[in-house]
């Protein structure tokens, strides 16, 4: 029996990439004036971003430094100045960033659905930044349980840890617990091998589900799969 379920945070209840995308794109214009190759800029920070996250959840750099490592490739590959204040340059970016920050439509009729089960978010990003997406979207209040790696003792997703992490913060067993997020990987072959249930939200309704996984293209569906 499903007793609480776990949302991914970006992609799924927040339009990341959307939000990512205008912000590194304004960023780089401001900068660079008619570069040539702005329209390319959103599709490099995003390729970008896996690699040097990993980096982090790896311990092999402080989440500072991944962002200046990020920083720094975008600006090789677009042959432009690197910044002389890479944190500060950073900054600019992430303020971009916070501006566009918006929930996708079904997010908050779809948690409120789903009230009286144990809620939370599992996420891949930073703690503080996560938390405060969750409260910007205005998702805070039900959704209080929010967790990365960074508090369920260095696990970030894929690793089983994380599963059964976060399990256990919502006082439940992995097998009580439902996950449904954007990325295949993260939010539904992995989990299952701790016994956690999961979803696969396909927004762009473009591939075939994971053989013996639900497949949902809008989170309006979740509470009827749910019960």
């Known amino acids: 029996m499903i007793k609480g379920v776990l949302f991914d945070l970006d992609g799924t209840l927040l339009d990341h990439r959307g939000a990512a995308d205008a912000a590194i794109a304004g960023w780089v214009s401001a900068r660079c004036p008619g570069h040539p190759r702005l329209a390319d800029v959103p599709g490099l920070w995003a390729s970008l971003e896996g690699p040097y996250l990993a980096m982090w959840q790896a311990g092999e750099c402080s989440l500072q430094e991944q962002r200046r490592h990020r920083l720094r490739a975008l600006c090789r590959e677009l042959l432009v100045a690197e910044p002389g204040d890479l944190d500060a340059a950073y900054a600019d970016f992430t303020e971009r960033y916070r501006q ?48 990365t790696g960074e508090v369920l003792g260095g696990f970030f997703k894929p690793s089983p840890g994380a599963y059964t992490g976060a399990a256990a913060a919502l006082g439940l067993m ?54």
């Open 100 to 147: 566009g920050w918006t929930a996708y439509p079904d997010a908050a009729d779809a948690v409120a659905a789903l009230s009286g089960l144990a809620l939370g978010v599992l996420t891949n990003g930073g703690q503080r930044m996560q938390e405060a997406k969750v409260h910007a979207i205005g998702l805070a209040g039900p959704l209080r349980t929010v967790l």
């Open 174 to 227: 992995p097998e009580e617990v439902l996950l449904v997020g954007d990325d295949v990987a993260n939010d539904v072959t992995a989990p299952a091998a701790t016994g956690m249930r999961s979803v696969w939200l396909d927004r762009l309704g473009v591939d075939p589900a994971p053989p013996g996984f639900p497949r949902i293209t809008t989170l309006t569906d979740l509470p009827g799969l749910v019960r």
